[in-house]
């Protein structure tokens, strides 16, 4: 594509627009390069953006659609500049044959520049990058836009909140309801090797293509593999989870991001959001449940005893310490993504029901009022038994009562047996009276 276009380089001081001094060539794009430059009208010669843009061809008719691609591109962008996290659209103009647009300077570091350093990213990484980048890709397929260029050059890290900001949208097409442009030139092949789905590079870009895109970058930061290097099936799905240290549940979000067909991919941004939100949610529940009954036990302790109940240990969402200072995040290996994720996991069986976040609250509270109604219970019986034999112990006083009352008093009577002495003088007498 780049080879089509006649660039000229415009020196260093040269003032653009009647106002935007060249400072130095900054890249080059699919359409034009790009200068850093400052506003020479503005009281702090604020530094932007100038990016040119050129027309493959000078013919009047294709300069004619160039110049109307152009405009469009320059209304997307000023609807697009109201997120905190795409840059602005200062001015646009066109000048001798050329046009020119200049936007907010982002000072910060490129995603590319991050990866280049050849560290690993953790899931808690991997996944709060998601988490950022897909609410700007959100936004921006609600404007009815495609960026059509998602890779790490065109992620930027600003350097005074280190929120992730996304550049470049000189590539960009708006959705017409089903019209597009006329010009193949303009609509085919735009994107970058690696980064581009199927469809793309047929010129039939889709919102589900910025994903695939978005994950690629997320697979390229979790493995260390450059995308042209990752290995494809025969089915051309790329196969990249042994080549990482991910939780089955985040590797079923990525893998079903950057499936061959669109059809197979997430539908929005907005899909994969929940997914995420989930994921978190049932790791922080994982977390808090295992950390409760387990406080004096080190991870990997835990880990061994629980028969593969606890299926992974790495760096994820939810960073826990343990003993020896590891960082590290448990999964219940039984949790898998939300329904919208099924299509990804069911080709290899192991589709399981997740619990929703509202679903394990009902859980928490039916559990606590079945606690609670065990111990009122316990309560009761409590009180019933000692009722009873509070009962038991008055009757048994009654009965030893009414004992006393109803025995006679023996008293001594005529017809009673003789003392002991009376029979002792009877016996004499009778002795006395029959001795021979």
Partial sequence: MCSNFHHTSIVKGKIVGSRYKIIEYLAEGGFGRTYLAEDTQLPGRDTCLVKQLHPSSLNPKFLSIARRFFKTEASVLHNLGHHSQIPSLLAYFEEAEKFYLVQQYIKGTTLKQELDSGQIWSESQAIAFLQDSLNILRFVHDQGVIHRDIKPDNIIRRESDHQLVLVDFGSVKEVLQGQSLTVDLLTLAIGTQGYMPI??????????????????????????????????????????????????????????????????????????????????????????????????????????????????????????????????????????????????????????????????????????????????????????????????????????????????????????????????????????????
């Fill in 199 to 436: 469809e793309q590079a047929r010129g039939k870009p889709r919102p589900s293509s910025d994903l695939y895109a978005l994950g690629i970058v997320a697979i390229q930061a979790l493995t260390g593999i450059a995308p042209l290097d990752l290995v494809e099936d025969d089915r051309d799905e790329i196969v990249w989870e042994s080549s990482a240290n991910v939780a089955p549940e985040l590797s079923a979000i990525l893998t079903r991001m950057t499936r061959y067909h669109f059809q197979d991919r997430y539908l929005s941004a907005a899909d994969i959001l929940q997914d995420l939100e989930q994921l978190t949610a049932i790791a922080n529940d994982t977390f808090n449940v295992r950390s409760s009954s387990n406080l004096q036990r080190p991870i990997s302790e835990l880990v061994a005893n629980e028969h593969g109940h606890l299926d992974t240990i790495a760096p994820s969402a939810v960073d826990c310490q343990d003993s020896n200072s590891q960082k590290t995040i448990i999964y219940s290996s039984r949790v898998t993504p939300s329904s919208t994720a099924v299509n990804k996991l069911s080709r290899k069986n192991a589709v399981t029901k997740i619990e929703s976040p509202a679903e394990l609250q009902s859980k928490k509270r039916s559990h606590s009022r079945n606690k609670q109604i065990n111990i009122i219970s316990s309560i009761c019986v409590f009180i019933a038994l000692n009722l009873v034999g509070l009962g038991v112990y008055l009757m048994m006083q009654q009965s030893f009562s009414d004992l006393k009352i109803d025995t006679p008093v023996e008293q001594p009577s005529e017809t009673q047996t003789p003392s002991s002495n009376k029979r002792i003088d009877q016996g004499d007498g009778f002795r006395k009276e029959f001795k021979p």
